[in-house]
């Protein structure tokens, strides 16, 4: 029977994918190393140590059954802080030094290093046909509410979209863990993980951005192995649900009653730890539309990346959902229609263009919309293009941007939203 560090060594010797997926096959029915590519791979397994050293000396020996329950001690927190390192040690000692560096150590420091993931894993173990499966970690992911706009209804959560690094903090025994979206382990972010070391939040998930002044300089810290300058950097939270259904894949609670848990658990966070505002808009109302282009423009004024949408009656799935519907901040302008302009290629004889100037918000435009028209719209606009002079349209954009000689400004990523009267120059 080979040994599972000498799997390791053979999958490090080639780069190729197709050779590592053979050497997979070759040795994944082997028990021993089945259960240590899961309790490595596994994000949600985790030992609760940082510093794992490589050893220098040979031992006697260390069976894959006794390092097992040893490291069920450390997943389990039965040994934590001097135990936890003492019983490291006392592993390693017992180690051969193969055994050790290419194969214990590499479990605990939760990296194989031989270029295989739980993906490539299991899908070798479903062409083999196996039951085996290493869990995929996954937290939920938006979609752009631009391309669904039907989706958009009702009464909704509205928040601010923060730019910053996303993160889910896992808390079983007391200590929280903090994972990427990918499910990697950030270890630089001390003083947020120590905020949410607590009993009251065991069990729990709890999903946010962590922030900072500067972004930038925010990204260049994440995965430092030392000396991350992280202090001022924050976790803002926007939701949270159970352990148990976060593994399970989707929540019991809707949008709006896992904001109500996580007001609750507000009253015991420390100051690293804050809460997303957000409104509860009603898109089938008037007032909330104008509530929403409200939150729209304070997102551009304030730097927001964006808004996100989320109907209050659905759940968090661990997968890319409708449920939660990301908003790219957008302005409005109403300019006079100057000029209509022909288009080109597929677009000749039809509009291409309409050239709009006006002044909006102090500031004096001229610019091209050819952009958010649908192909019958361009044939019948061209059509009844003379009638269309002065009339006033809604353009949306990303922003506002000006000319290099500062005489007047334009618009960065135009589009033709509506017209705005049914009559020249009137605005409605």
Same mark, same amino acid.
């Given at each position: 029977?080979?040994?599972?560090?000498?799997?390791?060594?053979?999958?490090?010797?080639?780069?190729?994918?197709?050779?590592?997926?053979?050497?997979?096959?070759?040795?994944?029915? $082997?028990?021993?190393?089945?259960?240590?590519?899961?309790?490595?791979?596994?994000?949600?397994?985790?030992?609760?140590?940082?510093?794992?050293?490589? @050893?220098?000396?040979?031992?006697?020996?260390?069976?894959?059954?006794?390092?097992?329950?040893?490291?069920?001690?450390?997943?389990?927190?039965?040994?934590?802080?001097?135990?936890?390192?003492?019983?490291?040690?006392?592993?390693?000692?017992?180690?051969? &030094?193969?055994?050790?560096?290419?194969?214990?150590?590499?479990?605990?420091?939760?990296?194989?290093?031989?270029?295989?993931? $739980?993906?490539?894993?299991?899908?070798?173990?479903?062409?083999?046909?196996?039951?085996?499966?290493?869990?995929?970690?996954?937290?939920?992911?938006?979609?752009?509410?631009?391309?669904?706009?039907?989706?958009?209804?009702?009464?909704?959560?509205?928040?601010?979209?923060?730019?910053?690094?996303?993160? %889910?903090?896992?808390?079983?025994?007391?200590?929280?863990?903090? #994972?990427?979206?990918?499910?990697?382990?950030?270890?630089?972010?001390?003083?947020?993980?120590?905020?949410?070391?607590?009993?009251?939040?065991?069990?729990?998930?709890?999903?946010? $951005?962590?922030?900072?002044?500067?972004?930038?300089?925010?990204?260049?810290?994440? #995965?430092?192995?030392?000396?991350?300058?992280?202090?001022?950097?924050?976790?803002?939270?926007?939701?949270?649900?159970?352990?148990?259904?976060?593994?399970?894949?989707?929540?019991?609670?809707?949008?709006?009653?896992?904001?109500? $848990?996580?007001?609750?658990?507000?009253?015991?966070?420390?100051?690293?730890?804050?809460?997303?505002?957000?409104?509860? %808009?009603?898109?089938?109302?008037? @007032?909330?539309?104008?509530?929403?282009?409200?939150?729209?423009?304070?997102?551009?004024?304030?730097?927001?990346?964006?808004?996100? %949408?989320?109907?209050?009656?659905?759940?968090?799935?661990?997968?890319?959902?409708?449920?939660?519907?990301?908003?790219?901040?957008?302005?409005?302008?109403?300019?006079?229609?100057?000029?209509?302009?022909?288009?080109?290629?597929?677009?000749?004889?039809?509009?291409?263009?309409?050239?709009?100037?006006?002044?909006?918000?102090? &500031?004096?435009?001229?610019?091209?919309?050819? @952009?958010?028209?649908?192909?019958?719209?361009?044939?019948?606009?061209?059509?009844?293009?003379?009638?269309?002079?002065?009339?006033?349209?809604?353009?949306?954009?990303?922003?506002?941007?000006?000319?290099?000689?500062?005489?007047?400004?334009?618009?960065?990523?135009?589009?033709?939203?509506?017209?705005?009267?049914?009559?020249?120059?009137? &605005?409605?």
């Amino acid at each position: 029977m080979i040994r599972s560090w000498e799997i390791i060594k053979e999958l490090e010797s080639d780069n190729s994918r197709l050779f590592k997926e053979g050497v997979l096959q070759k040795y994944l029915e $082997e028990i021993d190393f089945q259960e240590g590519l899961a309790m490595c791979l596994d994000s949600l397994v985790t030992f609760g140590v940082k510093q794992v050293p490589e @050893s220098e000396k040979d031992g006697a020996g260390l069976s894959w059954i006794n390092f097992r329950d040893s490291a069920k001690l450390l997943i389990d927190r039965d040994r934590t802080g001097h135990a936890a390192r003492d019983l490291i040690i006392e592993l390693m000692d017992l180690s051969t &030094k193969d055994q050790w560096n290419n194969w214990y150590r590499r479990i605990l420091i939760k990296d194989l290093r031989c270029g295989v993931s $739980e993906k490539t894993v299991n899908n070798v173990a479903k062409k083999m046909d196996m039951k085996f499966r290493v869990p995929v970690f996954s937290c939920m992911l938006a979609h752009d509410g631009a391309k669904h706009p039907k989706k958009i209804k009702g009464n909704c959560l509205v928040e601010y979209k923060y730019d910053g690094v996303r993160v %889910i903090a896992i808390i079983k025994n007391s200590k929280a863990t903090l #994972y990427s979206r990918n499910g990697k382990i950030f270890h630089n972010f001390n003083h947020i993980e120590n905020a949410l070391s607590k009993s009251e939040f065991n069990n729990l998930v709890l999903d946010g $951005e962590v922030m900072s002044e500067d972004f930038q300089a925010l990204m260049k810290q994440v #995965y430092r192995k030392s000396g991350a300058k992280t202090k001022d950097a924050y976790l803002a939270l926007f939701d949270m649900l159970p352990l148990k259904e976060f593994n399970q894949g989707k929540s019991i609670l809707n949008s709006l009653e896992r904001k109500n $848990e996580l007001d609750k658990l507000s009253k015991n966070f420390e100051k690293e730890i804050k809460l997303v505002d957000y409104e509860i %808009i009603n898109f089938d109302e008037k @007032s909330g539309q104008e509530k929403f282009s409200k939150m729209n423009k304070e997102a551009l004024d304030m730097g927001f990346e964006g808004l996100m %949408i989320k109907p209050n009656d659905n759940f968090y799935e661990c997968k890319r959902s409708h449920a939660w519907l990301k908003i790219k901040p957008f302005i409005e302008v109403t300019l006079k229609v100057t000029d209509i302009q022909e288009g080109t290629g597929k677009h000749e004889g039809k509009l291409g263009a309409f050239h709009v100037e006006g002044n909006d918000d102090g &500031k004096f435009f001229s610019l091209s919309v050819g @952009s958010g028209l649908t192909d019958e719209q361009r044939d019948s606009y061209w059509e009844s293009r003379d009638a269309l002079i002065g009339r006033l349209i809604e353009v949306r954009a990303d922003a506002v941007t000006q000319n290099e000689d500062g005489e007047y400004y334009s618009l960065r990523f135009p589009r033709f939203k509506s017209f705005r009267g049914f009559e020249k120059d009137e &605005k409605i």
